[in-house]
Nanobody, 115 residues
Framework: QVQPVESGGGLVQPGGSLRLSCALS????????VGWYRQAAGKERELVAR???????NYADSVKGRFTISRAVAESTVYLQMNNLKPEDSAHHSC?????????WGQGTQVTVSS
């Protein structure tokens, strides 16, 4: 498995929460920094959160304090807990290594925040 498998997106009202999951191959998970990226319609893809193999995290200013990235070693999975969602968080969300590699893009998952 080269491509990750993302899940957990959906339609949520402003202020709501979602938890995204990114299942990776054990090799990719164990040796790389992994990030959650998002791309809104008409905008460039941006990195919103990253986690190193040691567990250190970093966030874009736009999501700091609302999003939490974490990893489950046994499952080779990276999560993105998104709280207090805003309409501007609506985007197609994907995970990949940091820096990103073309062969590691999966299908992604759509997040829509709307009332």
């Amino acid at each position: 498995q080269v491509q990750p498998v993302e899940s957990g997106g959906g339609l949520v009202q402003p202020g709501g929460s979602l938890r995204l999951s990114c299942a990776l191959s054990r090799t990719i998970f164990s040796i790389n920094t992994v990030g959650w990226y998002r791309q809104a319609a008409g905008k460039e893809r941006e990195l919103v959160a990253r986690i190193t193999r040691e567990g250190s995290t970093n966030y874009a200013d736009s999501v700091k304090g609302r999003f939490t990235i974490s990893r489950a070693v046994a499952e080779s999975t990276v999560y993105l807990q998104m709280n207090n969602l805003k309409p501007e968080d609506s985007a197609h969300h994907s995970c990949n290594t940091v820096p990103q590699r073309p062969q590691h893009w999966g299908q992604g998952t759509q997040v829509t925040v709307s009332s």
